[in-house]
């Protein structure tokens, strides 16, 4: 029996372990004692570039509307907002801060559905930093443990591929933030939850240091356990959030019934000449720190996001606009997903106009749009890649009626050329070859049978071939284990009844043998 192991065997065994356990894993400061007698010097780290940043707002802008239909002050407000914030990022890289700046992290308000995410992502795309999206929600439910909010600065470090200097000005966002706001208006009470993410947040928010790895993962705990058995104590590295741009999000329910009873109060007596009651769908417009705070942040909290951006419910033209234009279109990728089985699906006006129409009665926004698609293409996308049909048009009639049109489609499906009917089968055959090791032939005879068939199901004759040929390699094996045949010959008979030829054939096979 061996003799036990020592601390510097015990910390290269669980090196290897973790490598193997955790593939790509490159926490900073994690590195375990080196065997005796080896080199401990670490290799330099490559050269990074400075980070750089030369966009206006106006071309940012112009990024954001090839993407983002309407929602135009939002864009500008966000264009402006992301430049000096990133112009600050790129004086501090290059040592030219001056005092101290006030980071300006954005709130966006408004319905599921008008563009909110996509904004974002939009800008992280065209910046080129490290972007992590996140629900508050999964915060509210865990409670208000700081880990768990310090875990989003962590995970810009892995969108960064492990690069701490670059995730330290990346970007944060943080959908449904609404839903940790502590209003006692509405829920009787303070939601000590929500007040505590609050306050966290509040933290990374401002500016605090957060260590690139959880002390609370097993990875942690086992750099803590061999940094111990080192006889010391080697922090890791930290991301401070001093540069990280934080936005969140929300729809914000109710809080225009806050904005409109101060709007109105606000409106009586001597201010009833100078100030007008906004009634309608850009009363949030007017929302100010207090209505926030009597929604239910904290005074604090709010302070923090001194942007805040009003993106309002898109309309049947606005989807319609979406589908046409923009360049993230879910057209475009029912359009590859047919053309991917050889499909032209051609979309006409009047079947986008219906598809907006159809995707407002939802009321998730441009999300809707999907959700409609959904319907009007499933079983088109799983009829037609096996049929003949090349090419089909999505107008009105195909939106509102997809199973009606569908029916028709394949019903006047074309027949397949002569030529193309013998590539096809030769490639079935092929196929088979590969699969079974079997080869097989048609005889002229079979191939127009064939045809005939594959034309009456509207099927085109390589699916046919697979539904009505399903069977065929049990029965050929057979024969060919009686006479060592393994190429066959499939004539019209086969190609009538598969099922009675390959019995015969199967019985004469043993006949054979016998003899």
């Given at each position: 029996?061996?003799?036990?192991?020592?601390?510097e065997?015990?910390?290269?065994?669980?090196?290897?372990?973790?490598?193997?356990?955790?593939?790509?894993f490159?926490?900073?400061?994690?590195?375990?004692?080196?065997?005796?007698?080896t080199?401990?010097?670490?290799?330099?780290?490559?050269?990074?570039?400075?980070?750089?940043?030369?966009?206006?707002?106006?071309?940012v802008?112009?990024?954001?509307d090839?993407?983002?239909?309407?929602?135009?002050?939002?864009?500008?407000?966000?264009?402006?907002a992301?430049?000096?914030?990133?112009?600050?990022?790129?004086?501090?890289?290059?040592?030219?801060?001056?005092?101290?700046?006030?980071?300006?992290?954005?709130?966006?308000i408004?319905?599921?559905?008008?563009?909110?995410?996509?904004?974002?992502?939009s800008?992280?795309?065209?910046?080129?930093?490290?972007?992590?999206?996140?629900?508050?929600?999964?915060?509210?439910?865990?409670?208000?443990?700081?880990?768990?909010?310090?875990?989003l600065?962590?995970?810009?470090?892995?969108?960064?591929?492990?690069?701490?200097?670059?995730?330290?000005?990346?970007i944060?966002?943080?959908?449904?933030?609404?839903?940790?706001?502590?209003?006692?208006?509405?829920?009787?009470?303070?939601?000590?939850?929500?007040?505590?993410?609050?306050?966290?947040?509040?933290?990374?928010?401002?500016?605090t240091?957060?260590?690139?790895?959880?002390?609370?993962?097993?990875?942690?705990?086992?750099?803590?356990?061999?940094?111990?058995?080192?006889?010391?104590?080697?922090?890791?590295?930290?991301?401070?959030?001093?540069?990280?741009?934080?936005?969140?999000?929300?729809?914000?329910?109710?809080?225009?019934?806050?904005?409109?009873?101060?709007?109105?109060?606000?409106?009586?007596?001597?201010?009833?000449?100078?100030?007008?009651?906004?009634?309608?769908?850009?009363?949030?417009?007017?929302?100010?720190?207090?209505?926030?705070?009597?929604?239910?942040?904290?005074?604090?909290f709010i302070?923090?996001?001194?942007?805040?951006?009003?993106?309002?419910?898109?309309s049947?033209?606005?989807?319609?606009?979406?589908?046409k234009?923009?360049?993230?279109?879910?057209?475009?990728?029912?359009?590859?997903?047919?053309?991917?089985?050889?499909?032209?699906?051609?979309?006409?006006?009047?079947?986008?106009?219906?598809?907006?129409?159809?995707?407002?009665?939802?009321?998730?926004?441009?999300?809707?749009?999907?959700?409609?698609?959904?319907?009007?293409?499933?079983?088109?996308?799983f009829?037609?890649?096996?049929?003949?049909?090349?090419?089909?048009a999505?107008?009105?009639?195909?939106?509102?009626?997809?199973?009606?049109?569908?029916?028709?489609?394949?019903?006047?499906?074309?027949?397949?050329?002569?030529?193309?009917?013998?590539?096809?089968?030769?490639?079935?055959?092929?196929?088979?070859?590969?699969?079974?090791?079997?080869?097989?032939?048609?005889?002229?005879?079979?191939?127009?049978?064939?045809?005939?068939?594959a034309?009456?199901?509207?099927?085109?004759?390589?699916?046919?071939?697979?539904?009505?040929?399903?069977d065929?390699?049990?029965?050929?094996?057979l024969?060919?284990?009686?006479t060592?045949?393994?190429?066959?010959?499939?004539?019209?008979?086969?190609?009538?009844?598969?099922?009675t030829?390959?019995?015969?054939?199967?019985?004469?096979?043993?006949?054979?043998?016998?003899?």
């Amino acid at each position: 029996m061996s003799g036990p192991t020592s601390p510097e065997e015990f910390q290269k065994q669980m090196q290897e372990f973790l490598q193997k356990q955790f593939k790509g894993f490159s926490a900073p400061g994690f590195a375990g004692a080196a065997p005796s007698g080896t080199d401990t010097t670490p290799e330099p780290e490559p050269k990074r570039d400075a980070f750089e940043f030369a966009h206006k707002p106006r071309d940012v802008k112009a990024h954001l509307d090839r993407f983002v239909i309407k929602q135009e002050e939002a864009k500008k407000v966000l264009s402006v907002a992301l430049c000096d914030h990133y112009n600050a990022v790129h004086q501090a890289f290059e040592g030219e801060e001056q005092g101290h700046y006030t980071k300006q992290n954005v709130m966006l308000i408004g319905p599921t559905g008008v563009g909110k995410t996509y904004l974002i992502r939009s800008i992280a795309e065209l910046i080129g930093v490290p972007f992590v999206k996140a629900d508050a929600t999964k915060f509210s439910e865990t409670g208000y443990v700081g880990g768990d909010v310090e875990d989003l600065v962590r995970d810009l470090v892995r969108q960064a591929d492990g690069d701490v200097e670059r995730a330290r000005y990346g970007i944060i966002y943080i959908d449904e933030i609404d839903k940790i706001a502590s209003a006692s208006e509405q829920h009787g009470g303070r939601d000590v939850s929500g007040q505590g993410v609050q306050t966290t947040l509040l933290k990374l928010m401002e500016e605090t240091e957060v260590p690139a790895r959880s002390q609370h993962d097993m990875a942690g705990q086992i750099q803590a356990m061999m940094e111990g058995m080192r006889g010391g104590k080697k922090e890791g590295d930290t991301i401070n959030t001093r540069h990280i741009l934080f936005v969140v999000s929300g729809a914000f329910a109710h809080l225009d019934k806050i904005v409109g009873r101060r709007l109105k109060e606000s409106a009586i007596g001597f201010a009833a000449n100078s100030q007008e009651v906004v009634e309608g769908g850009r009363i949030l417009e007017h929302a100010k720190t207090p209505d926030f705070i009597k929604f239910g942040f904290e005074p604090e909290f709010i302070g923090r996001l001194p942007v805040r951006v009003v993106c309002h419910p898109l309309s049947v033209d606005d989807l319609e606009a979406i589908l046409k234009t923009s360049e993230g279109s879910i057209i475009r990728q029912y359009k590859q997903s047919f053309a991917a089985y050889g499909i032209n699906a051609r979309f006409e006006n009047n079947g986008l106009r219906r598809i907006a129409e159809l995707a407002i009665d939802e009321q998730t926004g441009a999300r809707g749009l999907m959700t409609v698609c959904e319907k009007v293409f499933r079983d088109l996308k799983f009829e037609l890649p096996s049929s003949r049909v090349r090419e089909f048009a999505v107008d009105d009639a195909l939106v509102d009626d997809p199973k009606t049109v569908l029916q028709t489609l394949l019903e006047n499906a074309p027949e397949q050329e002569a030529a193309e009917v013998d590539e096809t089968l030769q490639q079935f055959a092929d196929a088979f070859t590969e699969q079974h090791g079997l080869t097989i032939a048609f005889t002229a005879d079979a191939r127009k049978r064939l045809a005939s068939l594959a034309g009456e199901s509207s099927l085109s004759v390589y699916d046919f071939c697979k539904s009505h040929f399903r069977d065929l390699h049990f029965g050929l094996k057979l024969i060919s284990g009686n006479t060592g045949t393994t190429e066959f010959e499939l004539d019209e008979s086969f190609a009538e009844d598969p099922d009675t030829a390959l019995s015969e054939r199967v019985v004469a096979s043993y006949k054979s043998k016998k003899v």
